[in-house]
């Protein structure tokens, strides 16, 4: 069942390429999209996610999402995605305005309730969703799974325990986690080894399409943040949350419960065996996944 999917975001380059991928599979499925604070601040992540619906020639309704997290602040990822949140190239700004709203959490409980059931798939903080949660407890009956990039069972990159969409905002987390809805957590355990390799991403000048040559001069400069702060390459985190929603045969998983920890370790993900509603992803088919993306990229925009 191809339920109406929310593609709640914080673009961010590899987010950008999620929309790609997810775009490329199930365009007529994508009800709405939440851009908010993350990787960027949240009137630049509106403003990305806007300028990829236009890449992509997508009238989805784009709808700005929380800006800052439920207890707090946060620092943002622009060491890594560039000031702009694209890596930097400047792409001017959207003829297309985001949905008009003066209450987000309102907005999306209306278009859940509208769509009757969806999939909720989270590429960034767990703000939204948990507001979300917390104001319309009844929404939960029209969620029929959560999928989520996010955490580190054995790894962390904001701190050697807490992955960034969960450091942004752990209470909001836990308390999503804690909501007994069925999660697919991804995780950088996984989403770390989804890397592209300079090679591959020069491979994208012998597609003559604007958006092929964006996103190559974007993912080079993705590589370069990448690689500087430790990762094998332009890694991939979000794709890979959104192909596990499309493509479960090429990961591995477990069930279990998850806590997250806003105390002692900030942000960092645990498994407990004492609930079983998560689904852990423990690994998959990596270059079948990038070849996947790649393949995304130089059919998408023509
Ligand atoms: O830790 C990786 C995650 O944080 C990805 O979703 C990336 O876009 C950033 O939001
Ligand atoms: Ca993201």
Do not use: W
């Not at 701190?159 to 950088?188: K, R």
């Not at 080079?220 to 493509?247: P, Q």
């Not at 070849?291 to 059919?299: F, H, M, P, V």
């Amino acid at each position: 069942m191809k339920h109406p999917i929310i593609l709640d975001t914080d673009p961010g380059i590899d987010d950008a390429v999620a929309m790609i991928v997810l775009h490329h599979f199930r365009k007529t499925n994508i009800r709405l999209i939440v851009a908010g604070y993350g990787n960027i601040k949240a009137e630049q992540t509106v403003k990305n996610a806007l300028l990829m619906c236009d890449l992509l020639s997508m009238d989805t309704p784009v709808l700005k999402g929380a800006v800052v997290p439920q207890y707090g602040s946060y620092e943002d990822a622009a060491h890594i995605h560039g000031a702009d949140g694209l890596g930097g190239m400047s792409l001017g700004t959207s003829k297309k305005q985001p949905l008009a709203s003066s209450d987000f959490l309102k907005t999306l409980y209306d278009t859940i309730i509208e769509a009757g059931t969806v999939d909720y798939i989270t590429l960034g903080p767990l703000t939204n969703l948990a507001l979300l949660l917390k104001r319309y407890p009844d929404v939960r009956s029209h969620i029929a799974r959560v999928v989520t990039m996010g955490g580190g069972i054995a790894c962390g990159n904001v701190t050697p325990h807490a992955e960034f969409n969960i450091h942004c905002d752990a209470e909001s987390a836990d308390e999503v986690f804690a909501s007994g809805l069925p999660i697919a957590l991804v995780p950088l355990d996984t989403t770390n080894h989804v890397t592209f390799s300079m090679e591959q991403i020069e491979s994208l000048s012998s597609v003559k399409t604007p958006l092929a040559c964006l996103m190559q001069k974007i993912l080079e400069e993705n590589y370069k943040n990448c690689t500087r702060y430790g990762e094998e390459g332009s890694t991939m985190h979000d794709s890979t949350a959104v192909l596990y929603y499309l493509f479960p045969e090429y990961f591995k998983t477990e069930q279990c419960g998850i806590t997250v920890d806003s105390q002692k370790y900030y942000g960092k993900t645990i498994v407990t065996k004492e609930r079983n509603h998560v689904t852990l992803i423990k690994g998959a088919e990596s270059q079948t996944l990038c070849d996947l993306i790649l393949s995304c990229i130089t059919s998408e925009g023509r």
